[in-house]
């Protein structure tokens, strides 16, 4: 008969390809509170009326979020400056 797996020793190993290690997930054990049963009936509500997106729709809205954002993080090239903010001169 096969022994079981030892895995105690995996995460290191994988860890070392560049891979991150496994991670155990946290529980909610919390109770459910008054209002969380208000937000999933007002949500149950809503996807019965149809008021959902598409895959599809997520999909555009993240990488439009992500062109936003990668937008922010690189200012544009000196190259593409307007011709207006090239021609300012101060004079002082």
Known sequence: MAR???H???SRATAKRGKPPRQRIPIDDEPITPEDLREIKSSEAAFARG???T???LRA???RL???EASKESPAPFGRRSRAASR???RS
Do not use: G
Request: net charge negative; proline share 5%; glycine share 0%.
């Open 66 to 68: 992500r062109s936003r």
């Open 51 to 53: 008021d959902y997106v």
């Open 8 to 10: 105690s020793s995996t």
């Open 88 to 90: 300012c001169v101060v």
């Open 4 to 6: 079981p797996a030892d």
């Open 61 to 63: 809205d993240v990488a």
């Open 55 to 57: 895959l599809e729709e």
